[in-house]
């Protein structure tokens, strides 16, 4: 069921509408707001809308950075799996002969 739930990023409010948990977009929103703050301490000037594309980029590089790491742990379970079968089937051609 789609609800409107009402955000403050930035000291500006946003009516935001979708199926998701009030507290889970409420905690999306304080992410957002967070990192908008966090720039405009470190900018003399910034719009709203200059804050925002450089929040989605920070927080899309976030994002990237989480999926890189998750594909290297995928491959390194591999890995692991892989030599953990080979050493299995080693140990029992041995216990076998």
Same mark, same amino acid.
């Given at each position: ?12 409010? *946003? ?8 507290? *889970?977009?409420?905690? !999306?929103?304080? *992410? ?18 200059? !804050? ?5 980029? =920070?927080?899309?590089? #976030?994002?990237? #950075? ?11 379970? =591999?890995?692991?799996?892989? =030599? ?7 140990? !029992? ?5």
């Amino acid at each position: 069921m789609i609800k409107t739930i009402d955000v403050e990023i930035c000291g500006q409010r *946003y009516a935001v509408q979708g199926e998701a948990g009030e507290d *889970y977009v409420k905690r !999306l929103a304080g *992410y957002v707001d967070e990192q908008m703050r966090e720039l405009s301490k470190s900018m003399k000037t910034a719009t709203m809308s200059k !804050l925002a594309v450089l929040a989605a980029i =920070n927080i899309t590089h #976030q994002l990237f #950075q989480a999926e890189r790491m998750r594909e290297e742990g995928d491959a390194d379970i =591999n890995r692991r799996a892989t =030599n953990l079968m080979k050493s299995i089937e080693e140990h !029992l051609q041995i216990v076998g002969h």
